[in-house]
């Protein structure tokens, strides 16, 4: 099975219109990024501040994990043959590098995940490993960790972030 580019998910939102009525919404662009070796992909959907039917989100303005909660719903990839390390300034406010490796970073969120593509290593500190494969689910609690993809394939997950209540100290 071939999966599309993870910049080019198309995204069907049902809510209400401004006058209440449940429709299809149009909505705008998702935010993409690109870590040339290392990332690509696309936020497609962020809720900020608290979820509430009133308050069910749009798409992300920029490119950050949710804040104290939202959430944020993309599609990530990781090339093959990619080694899960950036520059500490690429990763912006919503990450934190930890280590001194910018590899190894956190956020103040629990992220889920769903590989539907490829493989991909996912490391916690002290060597601790597991492959992720098509159909895995991964729930990551805000604890260090590293990508890396060894293999001859590119890795496409789904990623919905889930923020903190507030900022905690890891």
């Not at 998910?9 to 290392?38: H, I, K, M, N, Q």
């Not at 104290?68 to 719903?73: C, I």
């Not at 093959?80 to 950036?86: E, F, I, L, N, P």
């Not at 190894?104 to 494969?133: N, Q």
Request: contains cysteine; hydrophobic residues 40%.
């Amino acid at each position: 099975m071939t999966f599309p580019d993870p910049k080019k998910f198309r995204l069907v939102v049902a809510g209400p219109t401004e006058s209440g009525d449940p429709d299809f919404l149009e909505v705008g662009p998702a935010a993409e990024f690109d870590f040339p070796g290392v990332s690509a992909g696309a936020f497609y959907w962020a809720v900020e501040g608290g979820h509430s039917k009133e308050n069910f989100g749009a798409p992300p303005a920029r490119v950050a994990l949710a804040g104290p909660n939202g959430s944020t719903f993309g599609v990530s990839s990781f090339p093959a043959h990619s080694s899960g390390t950036v520059d500490a300034d690429q990763v912006g406010d919503s990450m934190t590098v930890t280590d001194g490796d910018a590899g190894m970073h956190a956020s103040d969120t629990i992220d889920y995940e769903v590989v539907i593509s490829g493989k991909v290593d996912i490391e916690l500190p002290g060597g601790k490993k597991r492959t992720l494969e098509p159909g895995d689910l991964l729930v990551m609690a805000g604890v260090p960790h590293a990508w890396k993809n060894p293999y001859d394939e590119e890795c496409v997950y789904i990623v919905v972030t889930v923020g903190f209540n507030a900022k905690e100290e890891l």
